[in-house]
Nanobody, 119 residues
Framework: QVQLVESGGGLVQAGGSLSLSCAAS????????MGWYRQGPGKQRELVAR???????NYADSVKGRFTISRDGAKKMTYLQMNSLKPEDAALYYC?????????????WGQGTQVTVSS
């Protein structure tokens, strides 16, 4: 089991910045990748950014050049730095941990943190 707790959401004006944090605990050694997803009102949950244990990253096209995902050396913390925020970035942001045990894959989710962007 992996437990995830997000923090750092809030209200920001368009063009501003926010930094989200995700603290992982439990069987973190089983984690192979961490990601940030978001879900806006009436929309499906979508991938925002993802980082593997090897440090490879990928981003949604809509956030490339504006958002940066990173992890600390102990791989207990994952961050999402969001710059040049737009109203369409407003959503509930979820931290995700992908684990692999043998051939069994699992995904764990945090409770979400709200990001609101005023125009």
């Amino acid at each position: 089991q992996v437990q995830l707790v997000e923090s750092g959401g809030g209200l920001v004006q368009a063009g501003g910045s926010l930094s989200l944090s995700c603290a992982a605990s439990g069987n973190i050694f089983r984690i192979t990748a961490m990601g940030w997803y978001r879900q806006g009102p009436g929309k499906q949950r979508e991938l925002v950014a993802r980082i593997t244990n090897a440090g490879s990253t990928n981003y949604a096209d809509s956030v490339k050049g504006r958002f940066t995902i990173s992890r600390d050396g102990a791989k207990k913390m994952t961050y999402l730095q969001m710059n040049s925020l737009k109203p369409e970035d407003a959503a509930l942001y979820y931290c995700n941990a992908h684990t692999l045990v043998g051939f069994r894959e699992n995904d764990y989710w945090g409770q979400g943190t709200q990001v609101t962007v005023s125009s």
